[in-house]
Nanobody, 121 residues
Framework: QVQLVESGGGLVQPGGSLRLSCAAS????????MAWYRQAPGKQRELVAT???????NSADSVLGRFTIWRDNAKNTVFLQMNSLKPEDTAVYYC???????????????WGQGTQVTVSS
């Protein structure tokens, strides 16, 4: 059906930057919303940022002005540029997409496997 594969996580010092990527693959018919979520230890998964096929974006207040989400529709890929990282940004970051595949063209929610981001000195 549809698979999401993230890359780009790692360890970075406070104030540093990282870029996450998430590529969708499979028998894709269409992709609607793409987004990034994160989950810190002991906390619930929270929405970080979303983007529509037309490029409209929304971000959580906690990352406004620091994180930027965008997508390449031709490559079925969504990115998250994270600047001025803080220790509280430490979490597993998950890619999310609402997509349909050619088999039935039914919109479903898909998740990536997650990528660890650790902000520490």
């Amino acid at each position: 059906q549809v698979q999401l594969v993230e890359s780009g996580g790692g360890l970075v010092q406070p104030g540093g930057s990282l870029r996450l990527s998430c590529a969708a693959s499979g028998s894709i018919f269409s992709i609607n919303v793409m987004a990034w979520y994160r989950q810190a230890p002991g906390k619930q998964r929270e929405l970080v940022a979303t983007t529509t096929p037309g490029g409209r974006t929304n971000s959580a207040d906690s990352v406004l002005g620091r994180f930027t989400i965008w997508r390449d529709n031709a490559k079925n890929t969504v990115f998250l540029q994270m600047n001025s990282l803080k220790p509280e940004d430490t979490a597993v970051y998950y890619c999310y997409a609402e997509a349909s595949w050619t088999g039935d063209r039914v919109q479903r929610a898909y998740w990536g496997q997650g990528t660890q981001v650790t902000v520490s000195s």
